[in-house]
């Protein structure tokens, strides 16, 4: 009998078609009691399954090819956006299934996708609804799958990135606004939209949407669909730091659009182009 057990956990996880990756270090430590939740369902339901933990940056791209190589018919990221960012890396140009369980400091790609933000909902869903198609964009030869850009929003990042030890959710990307507004220097750059005329900038944000959202829930992109085969692009013309503030509760309500020399519109491919030009990705 014990033998028949271990012969049983053994094909459990050679035939397993669900691999998790779990980042056990995103949102600050959520990721890892999270992941051990997850598992523990799974589990419970006696739902086969490979669990994988990463160990370093870009180590879920690996462990997701490895998962692809295995023949897994789904994989589950356990993270945030850029575990979510990494797995998708490793899976793309397969027919594998992309699980997202939110456990990362702004899970923004689960609002785009209209999935649970709280985990165990999120794992719910997955197993409950058939895989969908989903657009992704490529800046040079890398991924992504929610929002790209240049401008305020990587100095934005740069402070969130320290704030994240202390606190999850929006509030690190507010910090990050507040020092931003009072460090940012305006990018100059030329952009080019589906190969037409080149456009020059002075700007405060450049962003190119497959989603809608960045920093936590910031509706960057409201109009953004994310199986349309098309990017949003907003583009903020720079203004002094004075007449920010009154505009950034626009963030928050998808009226983004309404600030003053703010172009938006909808595109196939951008080209940005500026010296010394920071570009955030997902």
């Not at 994988?52 to 295995?70: I, N, S």
């Not at 939209?193 to 962003?207: F, M, P, R, T, Y």
């Not at 007449?243 to 963030?251: D, E, I, N, V």
């Amino acid at each position: 009998w014990n033998l028949l057990g271990a012969c049983q956990s053994v094909c459990k996880e050679v035939y397993a078609l669900l691999y998790v990756i779990i980042n056990p270090t995103a949102g600050n430590g959520l990721a890892s009691r999270v992941g051990k939740d997850v598992l523990g369902v799974l589990a419970d339901r006696g739902i086969a399954h490979v669990a994988m933990e990463t160990e370093y940056a870009g180590h879920a791209t690996e462990l997701a090819r490895k998962a692809v190589e295995a023949g897994a018919e789904t994989v589950a990221a356990v993270g945030g956006d850029g575990t979510l960012l990494e797995v998708v890396r490793g899976t793309n140009g397969s027919k594998v299934a992309l699980g997202v369980i939110p456990a990362g400091t702004g899970n923004d790609v689960v609002k785009m996708l209209a999935i649970p933000s709280k985990p165990l909902e999120a794992l719910d869903f997955m197993l409950a609804h058939p895989p969908r198609v989903l657009d992704a964009g490529k800046i040079n030869e890398a991924m992504f799958l929610n929002v790209c850009g240049t401008g305020i929003d990587v100095v934005v990042l740069d402070y969130a990135e320290a704030a994240k030890r202390y606190v999850r959710g929006i509030l690190p990307y507010f910090w990050g606004v507040i020092r931003a507004l009072i460090s940012y220097k305006p990018v100059n750059v030329t952009i080019t939209v589906d190969g037409g005329e080149i456009e020059e900038h002075k700007v405060l944000l450049a962003a190119i949407g497959n989603g809608r959202y960045i920093g936590g829930g910031m509706n960057v992109a409201p109009d953004a669909v994310p199986d349309d085969g098309l990017f949003d692009l907003l583009v903020i013309e720079n203004m002094p730091r004075w007449k920010l503030p009154p505009h950034l509760p626009k963030l928050l309500n998808g009226k983004i659009r309404e600030v003053p020399g703010t172009v938006y519109r909808k595109c196939r491919q951008v080209t940005l182009r500026g010296d010394g030009m920071r570009v955030n990705v997902d």
